[in-house]
């Protein structure tokens, strides 16, 4: 059964590996990929990003990708270079999924989540599946006595991912 990304790119990229399931995703594993190591310039970083994007896909060999798209903030991030930066690194994972053979799609913000806060997107993220429940707080993280999924993301890049991939697997993976 193929497996599927979903990416939040950024420096710190987050992502969730996947397979389509009837209801919601079942969810392999969740993660960042960071540059860190690489150096702090926001050049060094990047190559660091792509460098271990690189490894991921060819570690988890997803049958294809999907990449939230950048959106246009405001005119401060323009003028401070966040946008570029960002639209920078949304190039080069696609040109790493282009490298290795892996079909990729974009999903803009507008059309998984809208406008909605962070903390409200997440909160349907865990809705959808099924962590708001069964020992969940609100806030996602576990309740005395009850066990984190193995797939638990640790950041907001990743239970972005996660949002993703529950979005294209209510679509069933069609691009």
């Given at each position: 059964m193929?497996?599927?990304?979903?990416?939040?790119?950024?420096?710190s990229?987050?992502?969730?590996?996947?397979?389509l399931?009837?209801?919601?995703?079942e969810?392999?594993?969740?993660?960042?990929?960071?540059?860190k190591?690489?150096?702090f310039?926001?050049?060094?970083?990047?190559?660091?990003?792509?460098?271990?994007?690189?490894k991921l896909?060819?570690?988890?060999?997803?049958a294809?990708v999907?990449?939230?798209?950048?959106?246009?903030?405001?005119?401060?991030?323009?003028?401070?270079?966040?946008?570029?930066k960002?639209?920078?690194?949304?190039?080069?994972?696609?040109?790493?999924?282009?490298?290795e053979?892996?079909p990729w799609?974009?999903i803009?913000?507008?059309?998984?989540?809208?406008?909605?806060p962070?903390?409200?997107?997440?909160?349907?993220?865990?809705?959808?599946?099924?962590?708001?429940?069964?020992?969940?707080?609100?806030?996602?993280?576990?309740?005395?006595?009850?066990?984190?999924?193995?797939?638990?993301?640790?950041s907001e890049?990743?239970?972005?991912?996660?949002g993703?991939?529950?979005?294209?697997?209510?679509?069933?993976?069609?691009?």
């Open positions: 193929p497996t599927y990304l979903t990416v939040d790119p950024g420096v990229t987050g992502w969730c590996l996947f397979r399931g009837k209801h919601r995703p969810v392999l594993a969740t993660g960042v990929v960071e540059g190591k690489f150096g310039e926001w050049k060094e970083k990047m190559q660091g990003v792509t460098l271990e994007f690189q896909l060819q570690s988890k060999k997803p294809a999907w990449l939230e798209k950048p959106g246009a903030f405001s005119s401060t991030s323009a003028l401070s270079g966040s946008q570029g960002l639209d920078a690194c949304y190039g080069m994972l696609i040109g790493v999924c282009i490298l053979g892996i799609n974009e803009t913000v507008r059309e998984w989540k809208g406008q909605l962070k903390s409200v997107s997440t909160n349907r993220t865990r809705v959808a599946l099924g962590m708001a429940m069964n020992g969940y707080r609100g806030s996602g993280s576990p309740l005395r006595g009850y066990p984190l999924p193995n797939f638990y993301p640790r890049h990743a239970w972005d991912a996660l993703l991939a529950v979005y294209v697997n209510n679509r069933k993976g069609k691009p």
